[in-house]
Structure formats: structure tokens, C-alpha cells
T-cell receptor, first 110, second 113 residues
Framework: NAGVTQTPKFQVLKTGQSMTLQCAQD?????MYWYRQDPGMGLRLIYY???????DKGEVPNGYNVSRLNKREFSLRLESAAPSQTSVYFC?????????FGSGTRLTVV | DQQVKQNSPSLSVQEGRISILNCDYT??????FLWYKKYPAEGPTFLIS?????DKNEDGRFTVFLNKSAKHLSLHIVPSQPGDSAVYFC????????????FGAGTTVTVRA
């Protein structure tokens, strides 16, 4: 009963470094999402993929790229990390409004 | 500009009493509303939802009320239990929007023994 698996759980980056956050789901969902959670801001959509082979920008896409590798996997890449990208990142999948979220990646950029 | 607003960052309630969480939205195209619950170090989990064609939906101790004319919804938890202590997020979506959800900032509920 894995659901949505995110790796890593924690990461510290230096400004300018790059990294990829991995996400995989085993529920055969078509849609996958990346959100970030910041204090007082709730969850904000970064990118989403409505189906395999498609990706679209969300509310806060600047500084990020995504890849829908296959139906199971949806990765988020930071090409040049900035302190403003310090946040908790959540991946989710769904076939309706009831998302299944991963447990999150806590990213700190120093 | 946040389209879903939860104006109360926190709520403290005694065990056994009612918890009432409020949420306002600005986008009149929203037609489906949800509440998610989040514990520390975990992802949010779906709690309850309501379609815009209804004004109330009940699931056990949880009831969601929708007032479309006021663009307002609320979540009632009766009776409140210690395990209800968590962050609650209100979310909304418009039809044919790839199930994309807009979330509020969240309300932290603390249930006191």
C-alpha cells in the first residue's frame, strides 16, 4: 500500500546547485501534481501532468522544470536553487479531486 | 492572489465540543470543494467534499456546509477528539480543470483534553 512515494525526504542545497525530486505512484492514476507548502501560503501548484506525456504550468512554475517519465513517475527539477525555493514539496496523484499525497520533501537552500 | 482564503490560522477547542472551520472563495467558477487534513511530517489526506449543487454533506463526525451566495463554506467537527488536532486545508476546483485544486492557507486545530 505504498500510494505516492517521494524521495528524498530531506535535502539541503547550496544556492546555485541543482537537484531532482522524485515521485512515483502505484495507483494507476492519470494525473500527477507538484505543490509547495510555505507558512501562511497553503499549498501552491507548481506543475501538473493531466496524463502521461503532458505537463502544464501551475501557479508558481518559475525556477522549476518537470518530467512525466511514464504513467507512474513525475519528477521535479530545480536547475539553479535559490533561497526562495526553501519549502516543503508535495507530490500528489489523482483520478478525481481526492488527491493522494506523498509524505513530502523538506528542502532547504542556503 | 489567493482564490481560497482561510482567515483563521488557528483554532483551539475542548475535547467533546464542536470545531467550526471557515473558508471563503472568490472564484465564482468553483464548483467542487474539499477539506484536507494534515498531520506533521505527513502529506495531506482527503477528509470530505461537497459539490456546488448541494449545501450540506455529512460523513460521521464531519459536516461541510456550502453557502454559494456568500462564497463561503465551513467544516463542522462534532464532537472534537484529540486525534483531530491537525492542520485543515480548504480546497476548490472548477469543472473541467484537470482536477486542479486551489488551496487555502490552512487552519491549525488543537483539541484540548
Amino acid at each position: 500500500n505504498a500510494g505516492v512515494t517521494q524521495t528524498p525526504k530531506f535535502q539541503v542545497l547550496k544556492t546555485g546547485q541543482s537537484m531532482t525530486l522524485q515521485c512515483a505512484q502505484d495507483m494507476n492514476h492519470n494525473s500527477m501534481y507538484w505543490y509547495r507548502q510555505d507558512p501562511g501560503m497553503g499549498l501552491r501548484l507548481i506543475y501538473y501532468s493531466a496524463s502521461e506525456g503532458t505537463t502544464d504550468k501551475g501557479e508558481v512554475p518559475n525556477g522549476y522544470n518537470v518530467s512525466r517519465l511514464n504513467k507512474r513517475e513525475f519528477s521535479l527539477r530545480l536547475e539553479s536553487a535559490a533561497p526562495s525555493q526553501t519549502s516543503v514539496y508535495f507530490c500528489a496523484s489523482s483520478d478525481w479531486y481526492g488527491y493522494t499525497f506523498g509524505s513530502g520533501t523538506r528542502l532547504t537552500v542556503v | 492572489d489567493q482564490q481560497v482564503k482561510q482567515n483563521s490560522p488557528s483554532l483551539s477547542v475542548q475535547e467533546g465540543r464542536i470545531s467550526i472551520l471557515n473558508c471563503d472563495y472568490t472564484n465564482s467558477m468553483f464548483d467542487y470543494f474539499l477539506w484536507y487534513k494534515k498531520y506533521p511530517a505527513e502529506g495531506p489526506t482527503f477528509l470530505i467534499s461537497i459539490s456546488s449543487i448541494k449545501d450540506k454533506n455529512e460523513d460521521g463526525r464531519f459536516t461541510v456546509f456550502l453557502n454559494k451566495s456568500a462564497k463561503h463554506l465551513s467544516l463542522h467537527i462534532v464532537p472534537s477528539q484529540p486525534g483531530d488536532s491537525a492542520v485543515y486545508f480548504c480546497a476548490a476546483s472548477a469543472q473541467s480543470n484537470d482536477y486542479k485544486l486551489s488551496f487555502g492557507a490552512g487552519t491549525t486545530v488543537t483539541v484540548r483534553a
